[in-house]
């Protein structure tokens, strides 16, 4: 009975062992088989020199420098128009006519009631010259007790009447010649000059038309200069703040995407355009803008446009240049990454003996910045090779080998 007992536990044991075994197999088997082919490799670039721009992208419309809406500034029926739309013309130069038949009539008779006083003036000037002398005649024959008191006074009296009218008629005459000059001006406004130089983008009425100027004043036509463009840059608030005066800005067009145009930001307006601070609902014009779409703010640069290639509301593709630099250190900005020092980042370095080894991370202070590179001021020298990234081991399973 002893001996089977222990023949048993060894047939017991034995099992045991040999499952224990085989699973270690198996686990050595399995990492033999799924191993990677490759260990993980690096990714490098080499610091050099180069330039770099940083910059702001925006969508811009152009705009002439100078134009002007020519008004009407009288009523009356257009007899003639002088120009066509795309005409060039130059300041003082004549584009329309309105009837002027009417102030024409308004203006003679103006003239007609100006003759009439000066005459009645001049008969008023000779009484008071008369009204003098029978005065000083009075004082004389008072002086030698020759005349009665009351002839005296009346003498006085018909010599200041004289002379008060012949003030009336002067003021009346200075009235009617006001009256005149404004009709004679109405009536000039009959003949529409251009304002500026420039070329005619637009005629708002027809010939034999009638206007009406009493309440406001009808538009006739448009003249632009074309000579020089304003682009009004739409920038978005996100990036408004890298925005400067002075800053140099340059844009293209849809239909010439090879020719660049070249300006100066002049201003960036305090405020968006107006539809932003409108709620048509009444309620506050901020929480509107902020629950329809991101604030834009206007942005002005001025260029020159000595052949016409621009039109008004063309469409601009603008950059704003808000720093630049020229032959400096460069390195791919996806190798930075933030350090301690807010104003220092760091950088792996590889040692040119091993390659594929990290040797030592640098402290680096960064400049100018633009989406993929950045301006290296200090803690890299040109030829170093930095990481910026790391390749993934080979995904594919090797096949199973004793």
Not at 208 to 222: D, E, H, S
Not at 248 to 255: P, Q, S, W
Not at 350 to 358: D, F, H, I, T
Request: glycine share 8%.
């Amino acid at each position: 009975m002893a001996a089977r007992s222990v023949r048993r536990r060894l047939r017991t044991g034995g099992g045991k062992l040999a499952l224990a075994i085989l699973i270690l197999l198996l686990s050595a088997g399995g990492w033999l088989l799924l191993r990677p082919d490759s260990p993980s490799t690096w990714q490098t670039a080499v610091v050099s020199r180069g330039d770099i721009e940083s910059s702001v992208a925006a969508i811009g419309t152009l705009q002439p420098v100078r134009s002007v809406e020519v008004g009407a500034q009288v009523s009356g029926q257009i007899t003639r128009i002088h120009v066509q739309a795309g005409d060039t013309v130059e300041k003082g130069q004549l584009l329309a006519e309105i009837d002027a038949s009417v102030l024409a009539a308004t203006v003679e008779a103006g003239q007609a009631q100006i003759a009439s006083l000066r005459a009645q003036l001049d008969d008023a000037q000779a009484q008071a010259e008369l009204a003098g002398q029978q005065h000083r005649r009075q004082q004389q024959m008072a002086c030698a007790e020759a005349t009665r008191l009351e002839d005296v006074q009346t003498a006085a009296a018909t010599l200041r009447s004289a002379r008060a009218k012949v003030a009336q008629y002067e003021a009346t005459i200075r009235q009617t010649a006001a009256s005149l000059r404004a009709d004679e001006a109405r009536l000039g406004y009959t003949r529409i000059y251009a304002p500026i130089a420039g070329v005619v983008t637009g005629i708002d009425v027809k010939q034999g038309q009638t206007l009406n100027a009493t309440y406001q004043t009808p538009t006739v036509l448009r003249i632009a200069d074309l000579s020089r463009m304003t682009v009004w840059t739409d920038v978005s608030e996100a990036d408004i703040g890298r925005v400067k005066a002075g800053q140099a800005a340059y844009f293209t067009t849809l239909g010439s995407d090879k020719r660049r145009w070249a300006g100066t930001v002049r201003q960036v307006l305090p405020a968006p355009p107006a539809a932003f601070g409108t709620n048509p609902s009444g309620g506050s014009g901020a929480a509107a803008a902020s629950t329809t779409k991101a604030v834009q703010y206007t942005v002005l640069f001025d260029v020159a446009n000595p052949d016409g290639a621009l039109m008004p509301q063309m469409t601009a593709q603008v950059t704003v240049v808000a720093a630049a630099a020229k032959g400096v250190l460069t390195a791919p900005l996806a190798a930075f990454q933030p350090a301690s020092d807010p104003e220092m980042h760091e950088a792996r370095l590889l040692a040119e003996q091993a390659p594929g080894q990290v040797v030592e991370v640098r402290r680096v202070r960064l400049g100018v910045r633009d989406r993929l590179h950045a301006e290296v001021l200090q803690g890299l020298a040109e030829g170093d090779r930095i990481v910026t990234g790391e390749t993934a081991p080979t995904a594919g399973p090797r096949r199973f080998r004793w």
